[in-house]
């Protein structure tokens, strides 16, 4: 459907509960994009399937994410909110994108070094080929903005190098996409330990999820690790202190943001009490979208029918693009 609006792709997979790396790295910035852009949001359930999920637990987690995109502010009415294996021709841009990408630079791929480490007895094909199948994901509607936080750069760098390369050899088609977040660096929120980035299946206690409980999300803030204070006015930052603020960006008030931080240009600070208003603001902040993702959940006949109209726009806007595909490689028979 051409509306003159640029267009915006990007998913989230459904592999466990979303948490606020997931919301301020990428739902966020869908919910600004809905207005202006024309956006393709999607739940990657053939993503999560290189970790073997139980066949049974699929559509609850399915459910569970697209639940948790509207409850966040994503309106079904603005975009097309669907589930990836519901649009075949991402997996027909797959197959024709691997005869493009090379095994060496897809075993260079840090995340797929990373699976390689932490899973050692499932290194399959569709985890080496995963930037391939992502790349189809975007490519498939020609987007040219990718709204993700920093953990995806690297992917995006490949799918403009196979949009590239497909153009090259067969003529223009794709657009070169970009990651993209509204102010200008991409986002990493890390974990409340101070080890590494939230995530939805690692280290469950330093991680804040869009489904804990008010008690959850305070028992797990007043624990994440500070320190005994600056030892001198002016003294640097450690990195769990400067996390700890991060977060506060999120979800408090300036003024309540710049006491804090006077307090500790000042020595003054108090790490508890930073961590009692986290914990108050981040409660205000989860709460509601806890409350109406439960609520949403409840409501199958209503997700059913989002995902089936989401699916139908996905699939008119890659029907055309796998068309113009076919076509300059040759695959137009009839
Ligand atoms: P996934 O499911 O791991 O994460 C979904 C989105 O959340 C962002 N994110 C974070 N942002 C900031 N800080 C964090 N700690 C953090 N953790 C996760 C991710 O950057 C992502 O934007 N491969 C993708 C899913 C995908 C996709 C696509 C994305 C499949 N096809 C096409 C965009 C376009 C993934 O595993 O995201």
């Known amino acids: 459907m051409a509306t003159g609006k640029e267009i915006v792709v990007s998913g989230i997979r459904s592999t466990g509960f979303l948490h606020l790396g997931n919301y301020f790295g990428a739902i966020r910035n869908y919910i600004r994009m809905q207005e202006d ?4 949001f999607f739940v990657a359930d053939w993503h999560s399937l290189t970790t073997h999920p139980d066949p049974k637990d699929l559509r609850g987690n ?3 994410v697209l639940a948790e995109n509207i409850a966040s502010g994503l309106d079904p009415e603005k975009v097309a909110l669907y589930a990836q294996s519901d649009v075949p021709e991402i997996a027909e841009l797959y197959l024709l994108l691997n005869m493009l990408a090379y095994k060496g630079e897809l075993e260079k791929v840090p995340t797929f070094k990373d699976k390689v480490r ?3 007895q499932n290194v399959n094909a569709g985890l080496l080929t995963y930037p391939v199948l992502m790349s189809a994901d975007i490519l498939v509607h020609r987007a040219v903005k990718v709204p993700v936080g920093k953990d995806q750069e690297q992917h995006l760098e490949m799918a403009r190098n196979f949009a590239q390369r497909f153009n090259n050899r067969y003529g223009q088609l794709f657009p070169e996409p970009v990651a993209f977040n509204f102010g200008d660096n991409l986002i990493r929120i890390p974990s409340l330990d101070g080890t590494g980035k939230m995530s939805k299946s690692e280290n469950e206690m330093a991680t804040l999820y869009l489904a804990d409980t008010d008690e959850q999300i305070r028992k797990k803030i007043m624990k994440a690790k500070t320190d005994s204070g600056p030892l001198e006015p002016g003294a640097p930052m450690p990195e769990t202190i400067a996390n700890l603020f991060l977060l506060m960006q999120q979800v408090s008030a300036p003024a309540v943001i710049s006491d804090f931080e006077r307090a500790y240009q000042d020595q003054a ?8 208003q986290l914990a108050e603001d981040m409660v205000r902040f989860i709460a509601p979208i806890r409350e109406k993702a439960q609520e949403l959940q409840q409501d199958k006949p209503y997700l059913n029918r989002i995902m089936k109209a989401g699916a139908e726009k996905a699939r008119a806007s890659a029907a055309q693009t796998l068309q113009a595909a076919r076509k300059l490689i040759g695959i137009d028979y009839y």
Do not use: A, E, H, S
């Not at 852009?37 to 393709?40: F, N, Q, V």
């Open 37 to 40: 852009y024309d956006c393709y």
């Open 62 to 64: 399915v459910f569970r």
């Open 118 to 120: 932490l899973q050692p």
């Open 269 to 276: 600070i108090r790490y508890g009490d930073l961590k009692k």
